[in-house]
């Protein structure tokens, strides 16, 4: 089990507020990638798996004329917070 910040049991298809990501993972981003990345903090988003200790999660921005791009990113449970319905 993996638990968020206050030690709820989070899983996959739970909806997480991202609360921050860690400055040596940022630094492993792409510099034209980083501010998208950055920008996720304090989000809403959904958890598609869960690999070993983390929680993986994506998000996608509309880049227009039908392109989009998505991150996904790699959190520990205390980088969340869960949200309830």
């Not at 903090?41 to 929680?55: A, C, M, P, S, T």
Request: aromatic share 4%; proline share 2%.
């Amino acid at each position: 089990m993996i638990a968020d910040c206050d030690g709820l049991s989070v899983v996959i298809g739970s909806k997480v507020r991202l609360l921050r990501i860690d400055e040596k993972i940022l630094q492993l981003v792409p510099e034209d990638e980083r501010n998208d990345v950055a920008s996720m903090i304090g989000d809403v988003v959904e958890v598609y798996d869960i690999r070993g200790h983390f929680l993986c999660v994506e998000k996608s921005w509309d880049r227009g004329d039908g392109k989009t791009e998505s991150q996904m990113l790699s959190v520990i449970g205390d980088d969340v917070k869960l949200e309830r319905p």
